[in-house]
């Protein structure tokens, strides 16, 4: 998919920011908030957190994510600047912020884009993060995986296939996941997209999710999605690795992942082992350990 024009700017340090500064790494976090920030047509600068070096561990970061994580929203139009950590928490401010529709006015519809916020939050985006974890990370180097590992591939793969399925239930007869009648686009279904789109790497089968695979497809094609989840558009392995995004679209790329875990007697659990071998050699293989 190409990328689309974007209203963001990549800096190398916050002295430089100008208004909003959003903190970036190659995941479905980081895109929800640039995916908004696209759709409201805001500037924005953003600054590269490289996760396999732990720069979001460092103390300069930390005083603005307490947990560690990207991505992070400084907000420079204020004084003093005001940080938001948690994507969900930054949907919320950037929509109230600037009075999007993508946040609705009204009580009832407002609490109905926040119920789904909050499901994506609580269930789709761990349980999710938690099946791509054991298949992609930890099964590839363990050793006989599946005794030590099963019950929870098992467990999480089970839980990220039933909500993917509440989705797909959700938008029978809808185009969006709120509002009356078939809905409108909402912060709720930015929120949901990334993991959802990310159906591959998480080794879920979604062609009977009709529904679900054709709301895929209309945000997708929607500009702001292809710029946002093109940010930062650098891979976790740097210049020389594809990013999620890439993976997601380039049937070439999952085929050699596929093979080289196929080649290693894991078929079907490639992972961030073959990842390492194919795009970023000098990287470590089991990330996220510590």
Same mark, same amino acid.
């Given at each position: 998919?190409?990328?689309?024009?974007?209203?963001?700017?990549?800096?190398?340090?916050?002295?430089?920011?100008?208004?909003?500064?959003?903190?970036?790494?190659?995941?479905?976090?980081?895109?929800?908030?640039?995916?908004?920030?696209?759709?409201?047509?805001?500037?924005?600068?953003?600054?590269?957190?490289?996760?396999?070096?732990?720069?979001? +561990?460092?103390?300069?970061?930390?005083?603005?994510?307490?947990? &560690?994580?990207?991505?992070?929203?400084?907000?420079?139009?204020?004084?003093?600047? @005001? $940080?938001?950590?948690?994507?969900?928490?930054?949907?919320?401010?950037?929509?109230?912020?600037?009075?999007?529709?993508?946040?609705?006015?009204?009580?009832?519809?407002?609490?109905?884009?926040?119920?789904?916020?909050?499901?994506? %939050?609580?269930?789709?985006?761990?349980?999710?993060?938690?099946? %791509?974890?054991?298949?992609?990370?930890?099964?590839?180097?363990?050793?006989?995986?599946?005794?030590?590992?099963?019950?929870?591939?098992?467990?999480?793969?089970?839980?990220?296939?039933?909500?993917?399925?509440?989705?797909?239930?959700?938008?029978?007869?809808?185009? @969006?996941?709120?509002?009356?009648? +078939? &809905?409108?686009?909402?912060?709720?279904?930015?929120?949901?997209?990334?993991?959802?789109?990310?159906? *591959?790497?998480? &080794?879920?089968?979604? $062609?009977? %999710?009709?529904?679900?695979?054709?709301?895929?497809?209309?945000?997708?094609?929607?500009?702001?999605?292809?710029?946002?989840?093109?940010?930062? &558009?650098?891979?976790?392995?740097?210049?020389?690795?594809?990013?999620?995004?890439? %993976?997601?679209?380039?049937?070439?790329?999952?085929?050699?992942?596929?093979?080289?875990?196929?080649?290693?007697?894991?078929?079907? @659990?490639?992972?961030?082992?073959?990842?390492?071998?194919?795009?970023?050699?000098?990287?470590?293989?089991?990330? *996220?350990?510590?």
């Amino acid at each position: 998919m190409k990328a689309a024009a974007s209203f963001g700017t990549r800096i190398k340090s916050s002295e430089e920011a100008k208004g909003l500064l959003l903190y970036a790494a190659d995941t479905p976090n980081t895109w929800k908030v640039a995916q908004l920030l696209e759709e409201m047509e805001i500037k924005y600068d953003w600054i590269l957190v490289d996760i396999m070096a732990n720069h979001q +561990k460092e103390k300069s970061y930390m005083k603005h994510n307490p947990n &560690g994580r990207t991505p992070t929203l400084i907000d420079f139009t204020v004084s003093p600047p @005001f $940080s938001i950590f948690e994507s969900g928490a930054i949907l919320l401010y950037l929509a109230e912020k600037y009075k999007s529709p993508l946040l609705p006015s009204t009580i009832q519809e407002k609490s109905e884009v926040i119920q789904w916020l909050m499901w994506q %939050m609580s269930g789709l985006g761990p349980m999710s993060g938690q099946c %791509m974890y054991f298949k992609r990370i930890a099964y590839p180097d363990t050793k006989d995986a599946d005794t030590a590992l099963g019950f929870s591939v098992k467990r999480y793969h089970k839980e990220a296939v039933r909500l993917l399925k509440v989705l797909d239930n959700r938008l029978e007869g809808r185009d @969006f996941l709120c509002g009356q009648s +078939k &809905g409108k686009f909402t912060i709720a279904d930015i929120a949901c997209y990334g993991y959802a789109a990310s159906h *591959w790497w998480s &080794g879920i089968d979604v $062609s009977d %999710m009709k529904n679900l695979k054709r709301w895929l497809k209309v945000l997708e094609t929607r500009p702001a999605t292809k710029a946002g989840v093109n940010i930062p &558009g650098i891979s976790v392995l740097g210049p020389q690795g594809p990013t999620f995004e890439a %993976m997601r679209v380039d049937e070439s790329v999952q085929k050699k992942l596929e093979k080289s875990a196929k080649d290693e007697g894991r078929d079907g @659990f490639f992972g961030w082992k073959d990842f390492v071998k194919l795009f970023g050699k000098d990287k470590e293989a089991k990330p *996220w350990t510590k």
